[in-house]
């Protein structure tokens, strides 16, 4: 997988759950991939849903798809709704600009 993950690589698996390498079996499911970008910025945060309880604090996660294959995504937890804890994996990077 490419270290610049895109809104791409996570909206084909928009709804479908992610395993988490520690702790072991630990599942989020992709619950939101909303788009934030300008001309100068791409910026896209995603939305996983697990368990209430136990939670998993701030950190660097090592996530696996069946599909998508792994990724690290820095997860913040949001805090918790009907559906369980809630967490942010945020992303904003400056666009390169032709000729820049």
Known sequence: MSDALTIGNFAP???TRFVIAQPANYQ???????????????????IFTGTALPWLPQALYTLVHPEMGECELFLVPLGADASGMRYEAAFSR???APGA
Do not use: M, P
């Open 28 to 46: 989020l499911e992709l619950t939101e991939v909303t788009d934030y970008s300008n001309a100068q910025l791409e910026q896209f945060s995603l």
């Open 94 to 96: 400056f666009i390169d």
């Open 13 to 15: 698996y928009l709804h």
